[in-house]
Protein backbone atom coordinates (compact mmCIF):
# COMPACT_ATOMS: atom_id res chain seq x y z
CA UNK A 1 0.00 0.00 0.00
CA UNK A 2 2.79 2.33 -0.92
CA UNK A 3 4.21 2.11 2.51
CA UNK A 4 7.63 1.93 0.77
CA UNK A 5 7.11 5.80 -0.01
CA UNK A 6 6.34 7.45 3.37
CA UNK A 7 9.38 8.58 4.99
CA UNK A 8 10.39 7.50 8.18
CA UNK A 9 8.98 10.84 9.81
CA UNK A 10 5.52 10.18 8.33
CA UNK A 11 5.57 6.56 9.35
CA UNK A 12 1.46 6.90 10.57
CA UNK A 13 1.71 3.17 12.12
CA UNK A 14 4.73 4.38 14.59
CA UNK A 15 2.86 7.14 15.55
CA UNK A 16 -0.43 5.48 16.19
CA UNK A 17 1.32 2.75 18.12
CA UNK A 18 3.08 5.21 20.42
CA UNK A 19 -0.07 6.77 20.65
CA UNK A 20 -1.90 3.65 21.91
CA UNK A 21 1.17 3.00 24.08
CA UNK A 22 0.31 5.76 26.18
CA UNK A 23 -3.56 4.81 26.16
CA UNK A 24 -1.75 1.65 27.80
CA UNK A 25 0.25 3.49 29.82
CA UNK A 26 -3.21 5.58 31.03
CA UNK A 27 -5.40 2.54 31.90
CA UNK A 28 -2.42 1.07 33.60
CA UNK A 29 -1.48 3.69 36.16
CA UNK A 30 -5.37 4.32 36.18
CA UNK A 31 -5.76 0.78 37.53
CA UNK A 32 -2.79 1.08 40.25
CA UNK A 33 -4.22 4.47 41.21
CA UNK A 34 -7.67 3.11 42.08
CA UNK A 35 -6.60 -0.15 43.80
CA UNK A 36 -4.40 1.98 46.44
CA UNK A 37 -7.79 4.60 46.72
CA UNK A 38 -7.21 8.30 47.17
CA UNK A 39 -5.59 10.68 44.12
CA UNK A 40 -3.00 12.91 45.26
CA UNK A 41 -1.33 15.63 43.63
CA UNK A 42 1.66 13.32 42.20
CA UNK A 43 -0.64 11.12 40.98
CA UNK A 44 -2.82 13.65 39.15
CA UNK A 45 0.52 15.01 37.78
CA UNK A 46 1.68 11.89 36.51
CA UNK A 47 -2.19 11.49 34.35
CA UNK A 48 -1.24 15.14 33.41
CA UNK A 49 2.01 14.18 31.79
CA UNK A 50 0.93 10.69 30.11
CA UNK A 51 -1.80 13.26 28.72
CA UNK A 52 -0.09 15.71 27.53
CA UNK A 53 2.09 13.01 25.87
CA UNK A 54 -0.89 11.73 24.07
CA UNK A 55 -2.00 14.96 23.20
CA UNK A 56 1.20 15.72 21.42
CA UNK A 57 1.36 12.72 19.54
CA UNK A 58 -2.43 13.25 18.49
CA UNK A 59 -1.06 16.67 17.30
CA UNK A 60 1.82 14.98 15.44
CA UNK A 61 -0.29 12.97 13.51
CA UNK A 62 -2.94 15.46 12.76
CA UNK A 63 0.16 17.58 11.44
CA UNK A 64 1.77 14.95 9.52
CA UNK A 65 -1.87 13.99 7.83
CA UNK A 66 -2.10 17.71 6.58
CA UNK A 67 0.82 17.51 4.77
CA UNK A 68 1.05 14.10 3.57
CA UNK A 69 -0.52 12.99 -0.29
CA UNK A 70 -0.20 9.21 0.46
CA UNK A 71 -1.19 7.75 3.48
CA UNK A 72 -1.19 4.10 4.15
CA UNK A 73 -5.45 4.25 4.92
CA UNK A 74 -8.16 7.17 4.31
CA UNK A 75 -7.03 9.55 5.73
CA UNK A 76 -10.21 10.14 7.72
CA UNK A 77 -10.10 6.99 9.52
CA UNK A 78 -6.34 8.02 10.49
CA UNK A 79 -7.72 10.89 11.46
CA UNK A 80 -10.66 9.28 13.46
CA UNK A 81 -8.21 6.55 15.20
CA UNK A 82 -5.71 9.86 16.73
CA UNK A 83 -8.78 11.50 18.06
CA UNK A 84 -10.70 9.06 19.31
CA UNK A 85 -7.35 7.67 21.25
CA UNK A 86 -6.61 10.87 22.65
CA UNK A 87 -10.70 10.86 23.51
CA UNK A 88 -9.52 7.55 25.67
CA UNK A 89 -6.75 9.50 27.46
CA UNK A 90 -8.16 12.27 28.10
CA UNK A 91 -11.76 10.54 29.77
CA UNK A 92 -9.47 8.52 31.94
CA UNK A 93 -7.69 11.55 33.20
CA UNK A 94 -10.93 13.51 33.93
CA UNK A 95 -11.69 10.57 35.67
CA UNK A 96 -8.58 10.96 37.84
CA UNK A 97 -9.09 14.64 38.29
CA UNK A 98 -12.71 14.35 39.23
CA UNK A 99 -11.96 12.04 42.06
CA UNK A 100 -9.59 14.12 43.24
CA UNK A 101 -11.96 17.08 43.02
CA UNK A 102 -14.78 14.82 44.66
CA UNK A 103 -12.02 13.76 47.32
CA UNK A 104 -12.58 10.11 47.05
CA UNK A 105 -10.16 8.49 49.12
CA UNK A 106 -11.56 5.32 49.47
CA UNK A 107 -10.89 2.18 47.76
CA UNK A 108 -14.38 2.02 45.34
CA UNK A 109 -14.10 -2.00 44.48
CA UNK A 110 -16.49 -0.80 41.59
CA UNK A 111 -13.92 1.67 40.38
CA UNK A 112 -11.40 -1.41 40.70
CA UNK A 113 -13.39 -3.67 38.63
CA UNK A 114 -14.03 -0.63 35.72
CA UNK A 115 -10.41 -0.35 36.07
CA UNK A 116 -10.13 -3.97 34.90
CA UNK A 117 -11.80 -3.71 31.54
CA UNK A 118 -10.63 -0.61 30.92
CA UNK A 119 -7.34 -1.75 31.06
CA UNK A 120 -8.11 -4.94 29.32
CA UNK A 121 -10.12 -3.17 26.83
CA UNK A 122 -7.34 -0.60 26.16
CA UNK A 123 -4.62 -3.52 26.07
CA UNK A 124 -6.93 -5.13 23.18
CA UNK A 125 -6.91 -1.46 21.15
CA UNK A 126 -3.70 -1.32 21.37
CA UNK A 127 -3.29 -4.92 19.50
CA UNK A 128 -6.31 -3.81 17.08
CA UNK A 129 -3.56 -0.92 16.21
CA UNK A 130 -0.77 -2.64 16.13
CA UNK A 131 -2.51 -5.27 13.30
CA UNK A 132 -3.35 -2.45 11.07
CA UNK A 133 0.65 -3.26 9.82
CA UNK A 134 -0.46 -5.96 8.24
CA UNK A 135 -4.27 -6.24 7.59
CA UNK A 136 -4.13 -9.06 5.29
CA UNK A 137 -3.90 -10.69 8.24
CA UNK A 138 -6.84 -9.56 9.55
CA UNK A 139 -7.46 -12.60 12.52
CA UNK A 140 -5.49 -10.57 15.14
CA UNK A 141 -7.18 -7.94 14.70
CA UNK A 142 -11.03 -9.42 14.39
CA UNK A 143 -10.15 -10.98 17.47
CA UNK A 144 -9.18 -7.82 19.13
CA UNK A 145 -12.42 -5.83 17.86
CA UNK A 146 -14.61 -8.56 18.92
CA UNK A 147 -13.00 -8.82 22.52
CA UNK A 148 -13.47 -4.85 22.88
CA UNK A 149 -16.79 -5.16 22.11
CA UNK A 150 -17.53 -8.24 24.59
CA UNK A 151 -15.93 -5.72 26.98
CA UNK A 152 -17.94 -3.03 26.15
CA UNK A 153 -20.93 -5.13 26.73
CA UNK A 154 -19.54 -5.77 30.24
CA UNK A 155 -18.72 -2.19 31.25
CA UNK A 156 -22.41 -1.83 30.41
CA UNK A 157 -24.23 -4.11 33.00
CA UNK A 158 -21.61 -3.18 35.51
CA UNK A 159 -22.65 0.34 35.21
CA UNK A 160 -26.40 -0.35 35.18
CA UNK A 161 -25.70 -2.73 37.97
CA UNK A 162 -23.76 0.19 40.05
CA UNK A 163 -26.12 2.87 39.39
CA UNK A 164 -28.92 0.93 40.69
CA UNK A 165 -27.25 -0.03 43.77
CA UNK A 166 -25.96 3.55 44.06
CA UNK A 167 -29.43 4.86 43.69
CA UNK A 168 -30.81 2.23 46.05
CA UNK A 169 -28.39 2.48 49.32
CA UNK A 170 -26.88 6.36 49.26
CA UNK A 171 -28.77 8.51 50.33
CA UNK A 172 -26.57 11.30 50.11
CA UNK A 173 -27.28 12.71 46.99
CA UNK A 174 -23.79 14.89 46.96
CA UNK A 175 -22.56 11.60 47.10
CA UNK A 176 -24.80 10.12 44.51
CA UNK A 177 -22.98 13.07 42.14
CA UNK A 178 -20.62 12.35 42.31
CA UNK A 179 -20.29 8.31 41.94
CA UNK A 180 -23.31 8.37 39.33
CA UNK A 181 -20.72 10.75 37.08
CA UNK A 182 -17.82 8.83 37.98
CA UNK A 183 -19.50 5.37 37.34
CA UNK A 184 -20.61 6.80 33.80
CA UNK A 185 -17.33 8.11 32.44
CA UNK A 186 -15.85 4.88 33.55
CA UNK A 187 -18.44 3.40 31.06
CA UNK A 188 -17.53 5.97 28.24
CA UNK A 189 -13.50 5.11 28.10
CA UNK A 190 -15.11 1.37 26.75
CA UNK A 191 -17.59 3.25 24.44
CA UNK A 192 -14.70 4.71 23.05
CA UNK A 193 -12.47 1.84 23.06
CA UNK A 194 -15.42 0.35 20.95
CA UNK A 195 -15.39 3.27 18.98
CA UNK A 196 -11.33 2.81 17.85
CA UNK A 197 -12.57 -0.59 17.10
CA UNK A 198 -14.53 0.76 14.58
CA UNK A 199 -12.37 2.47 12.78
CA UNK A 200 -10.05 -0.57 12.47
CA UNK A 201 -12.92 -3.03 11.87
CA UNK A 202 -13.71 -0.27 8.60
CA UNK A 203 -9.63 0.29 7.37
CA UNK A 204 -9.89 -3.82 7.35
CA UNK A 205 -13.26 -4.30 5.29
CA UNK A 206 -11.66 -1.19 3.09
CA UNK A 207 -8.63 -2.69 2.10
CA UNK A 208 -10.00 -6.41 1.84
CA UNK B 1 -27.88 7.57 -10.00
CA UNK B 2 -26.36 4.33 -10.76
CA UNK B 3 -28.51 2.09 -8.87
CA UNK B 4 -28.81 -0.39 -11.61
CA UNK B 5 -25.21 -1.45 -10.49
CA UNK B 6 -25.92 -2.25 -6.58
CA UNK B 7 -26.64 -5.69 -6.42
CA UNK B 8 -29.88 -6.35 -4.05
CA UNK B 9 -28.10 -6.93 -1.11
CA UNK B 10 -26.34 -3.08 -1.19
CA UNK B 11 -29.47 -1.81 -1.66
CA UNK B 12 -29.16 1.08 0.64
CA UNK B 13 -32.47 2.23 0.31
CA UNK B 14 -33.75 -0.79 2.02
CA UNK B 15 -31.15 -1.10 4.59
CA UNK B 16 -31.95 2.42 5.73
CA UNK B 17 -35.35 2.23 5.74
CA UNK B 18 -34.76 -1.08 7.81
CA UNK B 19 -33.13 1.45 10.18
CA UNK B 20 -35.75 4.27 10.42
CA UNK B 21 -38.43 1.40 10.84
CA UNK B 22 -36.65 0.22 13.80
CA UNK B 23 -36.10 3.57 15.20
CA UNK B 24 -40.01 3.59 14.91
CA UNK B 25 -40.54 0.38 16.60
CA UNK B 26 -38.36 2.01 19.49
CA UNK B 27 -40.57 5.26 19.96
CA UNK B 28 -43.58 3.37 19.05
CA UNK B 29 -42.98 0.94 22.24
CA UNK B 30 -41.42 3.79 24.44
CA UNK B 31 -44.77 5.46 24.07
CA UNK B 32 -46.32 2.60 25.28
CA UNK B 33 -44.35 2.23 28.36
CA UNK B 34 -44.70 5.66 29.46
CA UNK B 35 -48.45 5.41 29.13
CA UNK B 36 -48.42 2.69 31.76
CA UNK B 37 -45.67 4.02 33.71
CA UNK B 38 -43.17 1.29 35.05
CA UNK B 39 -40.24 -0.39 33.58
CA UNK B 40 -40.35 -4.28 34.04
CA UNK B 41 -37.68 -6.85 32.81
CA UNK B 42 -39.66 -7.84 30.01
CA UNK B 43 -40.40 -4.53 28.71
CA UNK B 44 -36.37 -3.40 28.65
CA UNK B 45 -35.49 -6.87 26.97
CA UNK B 46 -37.94 -6.44 24.55
CA UNK B 47 -36.30 -2.45 23.73
CA UNK B 48 -33.30 -4.15 24.07
CA UNK B 49 -34.19 -6.54 21.20
CA UNK B 50 -35.07 -3.69 19.42
CA UNK B 51 -31.74 -1.63 20.04
CA UNK B 52 -29.84 -4.72 19.06
CA UNK B 53 -31.83 -4.89 15.47
CA UNK B 54 -30.84 -1.62 14.78
CA UNK B 55 -27.00 -2.43 16.08
CA UNK B 56 -27.20 -5.03 13.47
CA UNK B 57 -28.75 -2.98 10.39
CA UNK B 58 -26.37 -0.50 11.08
CA UNK B 59 -23.13 -2.76 10.75
CA UNK B 60 -24.67 -4.02 7.87
CA UNK B 61 -24.65 -0.46 6.38
CA UNK B 62 -21.19 0.29 7.05
CA UNK B 63 -20.10 -3.00 5.89
CA UNK B 64 -21.59 -2.43 2.96
CA UNK B 65 -20.25 1.23 2.21
CA UNK B 66 -16.80 -0.22 2.71
CA UNK B 67 -17.20 -2.66 -0.01
CA UNK B 68 -19.26 -0.76 -2.39
CA UNK B 69 -17.55 1.57 -4.97
CA UNK B 70 -20.70 3.43 -5.99
CA UNK B 71 -22.94 4.42 -3.39
CA UNK B 72 -26.11 6.51 -4.44
CA UNK B 73 -25.38 9.50 -2.46
CA UNK B 74 -21.85 10.41 -0.77
CA UNK B 75 -20.95 7.37 1.50
CA UNK B 76 -20.08 10.32 4.43
CA UNK B 77 -23.89 10.88 4.39
CA UNK B 78 -24.90 7.18 4.26
CA UNK B 79 -22.62 6.58 7.16
CA UNK B 80 -24.00 9.50 9.39
CA UNK B 81 -27.60 8.36 8.70
CA UNK B 82 -26.36 4.78 10.02
CA UNK B 83 -25.02 5.81 13.00
CA UNK B 84 -28.09 8.95 13.59
CA UNK B 85 -30.54 6.34 13.10
CA UNK B 86 -28.05 4.31 15.72
CA UNK B 87 -28.33 7.03 18.22
CA UNK B 88 -31.69 7.82 17.93
CA UNK B 89 -32.34 4.13 19.11
CA UNK B 90 -29.61 3.73 21.26
CA UNK B 91 -30.60 7.36 23.63
CA UNK B 92 -34.28 5.91 23.83
CA UNK B 93 -33.38 2.61 25.25
CA UNK B 94 -31.03 4.29 27.62
CA UNK B 95 -34.17 6.03 28.69
CA UNK B 96 -36.22 3.18 29.30
CA UNK B 97 -33.26 1.89 31.15
CA UNK B 98 -32.47 4.69 33.25
CA UNK B 99 -36.19 4.66 33.85
CA UNK B 100 -35.74 1.37 35.46
CA UNK B 101 -32.70 1.75 36.99
CA UNK B 102 -34.33 4.98 38.81
CA UNK B 103 -36.99 2.72 39.78
CA UNK B 104 -39.75 5.29 38.39
CA UNK B 105 -42.81 3.39 38.15
CA UNK B 106 -45.16 6.41 38.63
CA UNK B 107 -46.86 7.18 34.96
CA UNK B 108 -45.17 10.76 34.21
CA UNK B 109 -46.92 13.21 32.20
CA UNK B 110 -44.12 15.49 30.94
CA UNK B 111 -42.54 11.98 29.88
CA UNK B 112 -45.79 11.00 27.91
CA UNK B 113 -45.90 13.94 26.41
CA UNK B 114 -42.39 13.81 25.57
CA UNK B 115 -42.85 10.63 23.59
CA UNK B 116 -45.77 11.81 21.89
CA UNK B 117 -43.40 14.27 20.34
CA UNK B 118 -40.48 11.79 19.97
CA UNK B 119 -42.84 9.16 17.93
CA UNK B 120 -44.02 11.92 15.68
CA UNK B 121 -40.59 13.04 14.75
CA UNK B 122 -39.20 9.78 14.53
CA UNK B 123 -41.98 8.50 12.08
CA UNK B 124 -41.15 11.90 10.19
CA UNK B 125 -37.73 10.60 9.80
CA UNK B 126 -38.87 7.28 8.50
CA UNK B 127 -40.76 9.72 5.87
CA UNK B 128 -37.59 11.72 4.73
CA UNK B 129 -35.67 8.35 4.88
CA UNK B 130 -37.72 6.96 2.24
CA UNK B 131 -38.56 9.95 0.13
CA UNK B 132 -34.29 9.17 -0.21
CA UNK B 133 -35.64 6.88 -2.92
CA UNK B 134 -36.66 10.01 -5.41
CA UNK B 135 -34.94 12.95 -4.79
CA UNK B 136 -35.85 14.30 -7.42
CA UNK B 137 -39.68 14.88 -5.71
CA UNK B 138 -38.13 16.64 -2.64
CA UNK B 139 -41.44 18.22 -1.12
CA UNK B 140 -42.20 14.86 0.64
CA UNK B 141 -38.50 14.98 2.63
CA UNK B 142 -38.59 18.72 3.08
CA UNK B 143 -41.94 18.91 4.52
CA UNK B 144 -40.73 15.78 6.66
CA UNK B 145 -37.48 18.22 7.32
CA UNK B 146 -39.71 21.42 8.05
CA UNK B 147 -41.62 19.16 10.19
CA UNK B 148 -38.95 17.67 12.65
CA UNK B 149 -37.43 21.02 12.85
CA UNK B 150 -40.44 22.31 14.17
CA UNK B 151 -41.15 19.00 16.72
CA UNK B 152 -37.65 19.46 18.27
CA UNK B 153 -38.31 23.69 18.80
CA UNK B 154 -41.60 22.14 20.61
CA UNK B 155 -39.01 19.66 22.89
CA UNK B 156 -36.74 22.22 23.39
CA UNK B 157 -40.31 24.52 24.89
CA UNK B 158 -41.31 21.21 26.95
CA UNK B 159 -37.71 20.96 28.41
CA UNK B 160 -37.47 24.44 29.68
CA UNK B 161 -40.57 24.08 30.91
CA UNK B 162 -40.59 21.03 32.68
CA UNK B 163 -37.04 21.45 34.24
CA UNK B 164 -38.53 25.29 35.74
CA UNK B 165 -41.13 23.33 37.39
CA UNK B 166 -38.67 20.66 38.68
CA UNK B 167 -36.55 22.99 40.11
CA UNK B 168 -39.49 24.70 41.09
CA UNK B 169 -41.20 22.34 43.21
CA UNK B 170 -39.23 18.78 43.78
CA UNK B 171 -37.30 19.23 47.10
CA UNK B 172 -35.89 15.79 47.20
CA UNK B 173 -32.41 16.25 45.24
CA UNK B 174 -32.42 12.40 44.54
CA UNK B 175 -35.74 12.86 42.13
CA UNK B 176 -34.39 15.97 40.80
CA UNK B 177 -30.84 14.43 39.40
CA UNK B 178 -33.68 11.28 38.10
CA UNK B 179 -35.52 13.06 36.65
CA UNK B 180 -33.72 16.05 35.30
CA UNK B 181 -31.68 13.67 32.79
CA UNK B 182 -34.58 11.81 31.27
CA UNK B 183 -35.99 15.04 30.56
CA UNK B 184 -33.04 16.31 29.00
CA UNK B 185 -32.40 12.91 27.19
CA UNK B 186 -35.92 12.90 25.92
CA UNK B 187 -35.08 16.46 24.51
CA UNK B 188 -32.22 15.00 23.51
CA UNK B 189 -33.59 12.15 20.51
CA UNK B 190 -35.29 15.44 18.99
CA UNK B 191 -31.90 16.55 18.53
CA UNK B 192 -30.39 14.01 17.22
CA UNK B 193 -33.74 13.45 14.76
CA UNK B 194 -32.81 16.93 13.57
CA UNK B 195 -29.25 15.70 12.78
CA UNK B 196 -30.88 13.49 10.47
CA UNK B 197 -33.15 16.14 8.88
CA UNK B 198 -30.02 18.07 8.51
CA UNK B 199 -28.26 14.99 6.57
CA UNK B 200 -30.94 14.51 4.30
CA UNK B 201 -31.28 17.99 3.66
CA UNK B 202 -27.62 17.80 2.73
CA UNK B 203 -28.37 15.11 0.18
CA UNK B 204 -31.23 17.18 -1.41
CA UNK B 205 -29.28 19.99 -2.27
CA UNK B 206 -26.35 18.16 -3.45
CA UNK B 207 -28.40 15.90 -6.21
CA UNK B 208 -30.44 19.17 -7.29
CA UNK C 1 -7.25 29.74 -4.75
CA UNK C 2 -9.80 30.14 -7.74
CA UNK C 3 -11.60 32.75 -5.28
CA UNK C 4 -12.01 34.94 -8.26
CA UNK C 5 -14.63 31.50 -9.32
CA UNK C 6 -17.06 32.16 -6.76
CA UNK C 7 -19.96 34.78 -6.96
CA UNK C 8 -20.56 36.98 -3.97
CA UNK C 9 -23.04 35.04 -2.50
CA UNK C 10 -20.78 32.10 -1.91
CA UNK C 11 -18.09 34.19 -0.18
CA UNK C 12 -16.89 31.51 2.50
CA UNK C 13 -15.13 34.04 4.09
CA UNK C 14 -17.75 36.64 4.59
CA UNK C 15 -20.64 33.65 5.21
CA UNK C 16 -17.47 32.73 8.36
CA UNK C 17 -16.50 35.91 9.31
CA UNK C 18 -20.36 36.93 9.77
CA UNK C 19 -20.82 33.89 12.14
CA UNK C 20 -17.93 34.37 13.98
CA UNK C 21 -19.03 37.57 14.41
CA UNK C 22 -22.47 36.16 15.98
CA UNK C 23 -19.93 34.45 18.61
CA UNK C 24 -18.16 37.57 19.31
CA UNK C 25 -21.90 39.22 20.07
CA UNK C 26 -23.21 36.22 22.24
CA UNK C 27 -19.59 36.47 24.00
CA UNK C 28 -20.00 40.12 24.96
CA UNK C 29 -23.50 40.05 25.66
CA UNK C 30 -23.05 36.99 27.93
CA UNK C 31 -20.18 38.81 29.49
CA UNK C 32 -22.70 42.16 30.01
CA UNK C 33 -25.33 39.74 31.28
CA UNK C 34 -23.21 37.54 33.95
CA UNK C 35 -22.22 40.74 35.59
CA UNK C 36 -25.56 42.02 36.22
CA UNK C 37 -26.37 38.84 38.17
CA UNK C 38 -30.13 37.42 36.95
CA UNK C 39 -31.61 36.70 33.35
CA UNK C 40 -34.92 38.37 32.72
CA UNK C 41 -37.26 37.24 29.90
CA UNK C 42 -35.92 40.38 27.80
CA UNK C 43 -32.15 39.06 28.52
CA UNK C 44 -32.93 35.54 27.28
CA UNK C 45 -35.21 36.42 24.26
CA UNK C 46 -32.13 39.04 23.09
CA UNK C 47 -29.44 35.63 23.31
CA UNK C 48 -32.30 33.62 21.51
CA UNK C 49 -31.93 35.88 18.69
CA UNK C 50 -28.42 35.86 18.51
CA UNK C 51 -28.77 32.28 18.13
CA UNK C 52 -31.07 32.46 15.49
CA UNK C 53 -29.19 34.50 13.48
CA UNK C 54 -26.06 32.42 14.28
CA UNK C 55 -28.11 28.76 13.26
CA UNK C 56 -29.49 31.31 9.78
CA UNK C 57 -25.48 31.72 8.60
CA UNK C 58 -24.64 28.39 9.29
CA UNK C 59 -27.79 26.94 7.61
CA UNK C 60 -26.51 29.29 4.50
CA UNK C 61 -23.14 27.83 4.93
CA UNK C 62 -23.80 24.41 4.67
CA UNK C 63 -26.25 25.35 2.28
CA UNK C 64 -23.76 27.01 -0.18
CA UNK C 65 -20.96 24.62 0.26
CA UNK C 66 -24.08 21.19 -0.85
CA UNK C 67 -24.48 23.54 -3.77
CA UNK C 68 -20.49 24.74 -5.06
CA UNK C 69 -18.39 22.92 -6.35
CA UNK C 70 -14.65 24.68 -5.75
CA UNK C 71 -14.44 25.98 -2.42
CA UNK C 72 -11.55 27.98 -1.01
CA UNK C 73 -10.32 25.24 1.19
CA UNK C 74 -11.20 21.58 1.87
CA UNK C 75 -15.03 21.60 2.11
CA UNK C 76 -15.50 19.22 5.23
CA UNK C 77 -12.85 22.03 7.21
CA UNK C 78 -15.56 24.49 6.37
CA UNK C 79 -18.73 21.91 7.45
CA UNK C 80 -16.64 22.07 10.45
CA UNK C 81 -16.00 25.18 10.90
CA UNK C 82 -19.88 25.98 10.34
CA UNK C 83 -20.58 23.46 13.15
CA UNK C 84 -18.35 24.18 15.91
CA UNK C 85 -19.03 28.23 15.35
CA UNK C 86 -22.60 27.27 15.55
CA UNK C 87 -21.74 25.19 18.84
CA UNK C 88 -19.84 27.81 20.62
CA UNK C 89 -23.33 30.54 20.40
CA UNK C 90 -25.86 27.57 21.45
CA UNK C 91 -23.57 26.95 24.21
CA UNK C 92 -23.55 29.97 25.59
CA UNK C 93 -27.46 30.05 25.02
CA UNK C 94 -27.82 27.22 27.11
CA UNK C 95 -26.15 28.26 29.72
CA UNK C 96 -28.23 31.70 29.86
CA UNK C 97 -31.25 29.48 29.58
CA UNK C 98 -30.20 27.50 32.15
CA UNK C 99 -29.18 30.14 34.68
CA UNK C 100 -33.05 31.32 33.87
CA UNK C 101 -34.38 28.10 34.66
CA UNK C 102 -32.16 27.86 37.90
CA UNK C 103 -33.44 31.26 38.99
CA UNK C 104 -29.52 32.24 39.16
CA UNK C 105 -30.16 35.76 40.23
CA UNK C 106 -26.87 37.02 42.53
CA UNK C 107 -24.07 37.78 40.58
CA UNK C 108 -21.69 34.61 40.62
CA UNK C 109 -18.06 36.04 40.60
CA UNK C 110 -16.58 32.54 39.12
CA UNK C 111 -19.09 33.46 36.40
CA UNK C 112 -17.56 36.69 36.04
CA UNK C 113 -14.46 35.26 35.43
CA UNK C 114 -15.57 32.80 33.08
CA UNK C 115 -17.29 34.96 30.84
CA UNK C 116 -14.23 37.00 30.55
CA UNK C 117 -11.91 33.91 28.90
CA UNK C 118 -15.13 32.86 27.37
CA UNK C 119 -15.53 36.47 25.75
CA UNK C 120 -11.23 36.72 24.95
CA UNK C 121 -11.19 33.42 23.15
CA UNK C 122 -14.44 34.21 21.07
CA UNK C 123 -12.56 36.90 20.10
CA UNK C 124 -9.51 35.26 19.40
CA UNK C 125 -11.71 32.82 16.99
CA UNK C 126 -13.06 35.97 15.30
CA UNK C 127 -9.28 36.55 14.32
CA UNK C 128 -8.57 32.81 13.94
CA UNK C 129 -11.23 33.03 11.55
CA UNK C 130 -10.21 36.31 9.55
CA UNK C 131 -7.10 35.66 9.16
CA UNK C 132 -7.92 32.71 6.57
CA UNK C 133 -8.09 34.84 3.75
CA UNK C 134 -4.34 35.24 3.93
CA UNK C 135 -3.27 32.04 4.88
CA UNK C 136 -0.26 32.65 2.73
CA UNK C 137 0.79 34.79 6.50
CA UNK C 138 -0.07 32.38 9.00
CA UNK C 139 1.67 34.95 11.70
CA UNK C 140 -1.51 36.13 12.76
CA UNK C 141 -3.70 32.56 12.74
CA UNK C 142 -1.24 30.87 14.34
CA UNK C 143 -0.81 33.48 17.46
CA UNK C 144 -4.76 33.21 17.68
CA UNK C 145 -4.45 29.52 17.69
CA UNK C 146 -1.82 29.89 20.64
CA UNK C 147 -3.63 32.16 22.48
CA UNK C 148 -6.92 29.91 22.51
CA UNK C 149 -5.09 26.95 23.32
CA UNK C 150 -4.03 29.15 26.76
CA UNK C 151 -6.79 30.55 27.51
CA UNK C 152 -8.60 26.62 27.44
CA UNK C 153 -5.95 25.23 29.71
CA UNK C 154 -7.04 28.39 32.09
CA UNK C 155 -10.84 27.60 31.56
CA UNK C 156 -9.49 23.98 32.88
CA UNK C 157 -7.84 25.25 35.85
CA UNK C 158 -11.04 27.59 36.36
CA UNK C 159 -13.46 24.67 36.09
CA UNK C 160 -11.21 22.51 38.33
CA UNK C 161 -10.95 24.92 41.33
CA UNK C 162 -14.60 26.09 41.53
CA UNK C 163 -15.61 22.66 41.16
CA UNK C 164 -13.43 21.72 44.52
CA UNK C 165 -14.82 24.98 46.09
CA UNK C 166 -17.98 23.89 45.45
CA UNK C 167 -18.07 20.15 46.44
CA UNK C 168 -16.18 21.66 49.83
CA UNK C 169 -18.49 24.39 50.62
CA UNK C 170 -21.91 24.12 49.12
CA UNK C 171 -23.90 22.01 51.24
CA UNK C 172 -27.13 22.14 49.19
CA UNK C 173 -27.31 19.66 46.39
CA UNK C 174 -29.91 21.08 44.25
CA UNK C 175 -27.11 24.49 44.13
CA UNK C 176 -24.39 21.68 43.40
CA UNK C 177 -26.26 20.31 40.66
CA UNK C 178 -27.19 23.71 39.20
CA UNK C 179 -23.65 25.44 39.33
CA UNK C 180 -21.61 22.48 38.63
CA UNK C 181 -23.66 22.12 35.48
CA UNK C 182 -23.28 25.66 34.61
CA UNK C 183 -19.27 25.58 35.28
CA UNK C 184 -19.14 22.56 33.30
CA UNK C 185 -20.77 23.98 30.37
CA UNK C 186 -18.57 27.68 30.35
CA UNK C 187 -15.65 25.06 30.39
CA UNK C 188 -17.26 23.82 27.52
CA UNK C 189 -17.55 26.66 25.82
CA UNK C 190 -13.86 27.01 25.95
CA UNK C 191 -13.37 23.65 24.24
CA UNK C 192 -14.78 24.19 21.22
CA UNK C 193 -13.20 27.40 20.78
CA UNK C 194 -9.92 25.05 20.34
CA UNK C 195 -11.87 23.10 18.22
CA UNK C 196 -12.18 25.48 16.06
CA UNK C 197 -8.82 26.65 16.57
CA UNK C 198 -7.78 23.17 15.30
CA UNK C 199 -9.53 23.23 12.12
CA UNK C 200 -8.03 26.31 11.16
CA UNK C 201 -4.50 25.04 11.90
CA UNK C 202 -5.57 22.75 9.87
CA UNK C 203 -6.81 24.63 7.04
CA UNK C 204 -3.39 27.06 7.44
CA UNK C 205 -1.18 23.29 6.99
CA UNK C 206 -2.25 22.11 4.53
CA UNK C 207 -2.43 25.26 2.50
CA UNK C 208 1.20 25.43 3.08
Redesign the interface.
Known sequence: MFKFLLPKEFNFFELLEKMSGHAVEAAAYFKELVAKGGIDENALSKMHDIEHQGDEVAHDI??QL??TFITPFDREDIHALAKELDDVIDMIYTIV?RMK???LTKVNKNLVEFSLVIEESVRQVACAVKGLRKTNDGEAILAACVEINRLENVADSMR?KV??EL?ENEKD??A???L?EIYQDAETVLDICEDVA?VVG?IL??Q?
Request: charged fraction near 25%; charge should be positive; glycine fraction near 0%.
Open positions: IQNKSIYKDLTFPIVIKKHSVKA
